[in-house]
């Protein structure tokens, strides 16, 4: 008889209940159930007509499209580097930035080479939950901070000081998923500063950065010379399904980073690297998008209470708010999938990120457009009458 072969306990992470709710919707959209959709965190928008002009030009002028160098081509890399100047006044070296497939394949690069197994990564949560599960699979612990609603579920200094564990790297997301919180400025330069003298890995996951709506956020460059930044052209940019990002990185991880690029991934899609570096051609068109999430988050701040849901975060950046729901629910999950059912809106259950207190909050999504948004509403509205 033949043996039972065993899986990887490292395998066994928990299900992204964000992708999973994607796939539920597709497939009863596909039945012609007309849904809409707040659950996975992407634009409504595609890449502006201008960088999708120029990739067909370029599949014309060159169809082949081999590989790139592993740390991206050097026109794009040039070209965030001045995005870094232009849009913080902040100086970065070509040199340090790695293009990756997304931001998700950054993070495993930039983990592998700063940490070591068995290495303690910290998260604040409600916190974005790719981070624990990559962590996991790569046999690095997560230490998981519960971060307050008074501290728009952002790290303070205090809050980390407290903590009765150590960790030797630590997340910060502003503005976050799924809180769509900002970390307050004093605080991050303070964290910044005390993660360097404890030699502590500060990970900035900058994905929502250019989606602000009020002071803009500001990069962990412009504090620490040791922190790890990593970006994405999903969100801002909406070039969700091009599958791109960057990292910029100390120059020791830098080098690292491109090694491990070179045998992980080979390169980041090559298509996607021209169409990004046209699209910063594109910055007002892009920015019409953030007044597009900027109406929706208005109109949602004023229709959710009258759907019965009058709690939810400050979101000052990103598209997401994330409602408290205790008063509806014991268990957001079913809580979800009732409303999926029954009003036929797709939403997030907060047990995704939070596995302590996420039974009593959702994620609610507005990248939409404005008349999907209205739509909703009035569906929730119906639902809780
Ligand atoms: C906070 C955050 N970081 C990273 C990502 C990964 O995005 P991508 O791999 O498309 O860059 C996401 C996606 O939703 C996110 O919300």
């Known amino acids: ?45 595609g890449a502006p007509q201008g960088a999708l002009d120029y990739a067909v030009e370029v ?15 050097p026109a794009l890399r040039e070209r965030i580097a001045q995005y870094y100047n232009d849009y913080y006044g902040v100086s970065v070296s070509p040199a340090q930035i790695v293009i990756t497939t997304g931001s998700s394949s950054g993070f495993i690069l930039d983990f592998i080479a700063a940490f070591d197994e068995g290495a303690r990564i ?6 974005y939950p790719a981070y624990r599960n990559i962590l996991k699979s790569l046999n690095l612990q997560v230490v998981e901070i519960e971060s307050r609603a008074e501290d728009n579920y952002q790290p303070t200094l205090d809050l ?14 502003s503005p976050s998923n799924p809180a769509g919180t900002m970390i307050d400025e004093i605080e991050f330069e303070k964290i910044c500063l005390w993660c360097e003298e404890r030699g502590i890995r500060l990970i900035s996951d900058e994905a929502y950065h250019g989606i602000t709506y009020g002071e803009k956020a500001q990069t962990a460059l412009k504090y620490s010379d040791t922190a790890i930044v990593l970006n994405t052209f999903s969100k801002y940019f909406a070039m969700t399904g091009w599958r791109l990002g960057w990292t910029v990185l100390p120059l020791d991880v830098a080098e690292r980073v491109k090694k491990l690029s070179e045998s992980l991934f080979v ?31 208005e109109i949602l701040m004023r229709e959710l209470p009258l759907a019965n849901i009058p ?27 009732r409303m999926l059912d029954e009003a036929h809106v797709s939403t997030t259950p907060g047990v995704d990120f939070d596995l302590t207190r996420g039974a009593h909050g959702i994620r609610i999504c507005y990248a939409d457009s404005e008349e999907k948004i209205i739509e909703a509403c009035k569906r929730l509205k119906n639902w809780q009458s």
């Open 122 to 127: 910290a998260v604040t949560t409600p916190t």
């Open 311 to 337: 709690t939810f975060t400050n979101a000052a950046g990103a598209f997401y708010v994330y409602a408290d729901v205790h008063h509806l629910t014991n268990d957001s999950e079913v809580f979800c999938a």
């Open 1 to 45: 008889m033949a043996k039972t072969l065993k899986l990887s306990d490292r395998s066994n992470i928990a299900v992204f209940r964000a992708l999973d709710i994607l796939r539920q919707v597709n497939e009863r959209e596909a039945t012609g159930e007309n849904i809409v959709r707040m659950g996975a965190g992407q634009p409504c928008f």
């Open 59 to 73: 599949i014309k002028r060159d169809p082949t499209q081999g590989y790139t160098e592993a740390v991206g081509t």
């Open 267 to 297: 390169s980041a899609p090559t298509i996607s690297q021209h169409v990004a570096y046209k699209v910063f051609d594109y910055i007002d068109e892009l920015d019409t998008y953030v007044e597009c999430y900027r109406k929706n988050r």
């Open 160 to 173: 980390l000081k407290n903590c009765d564990e150590d960790f030797d790297g630590l997340i910060i997301n």
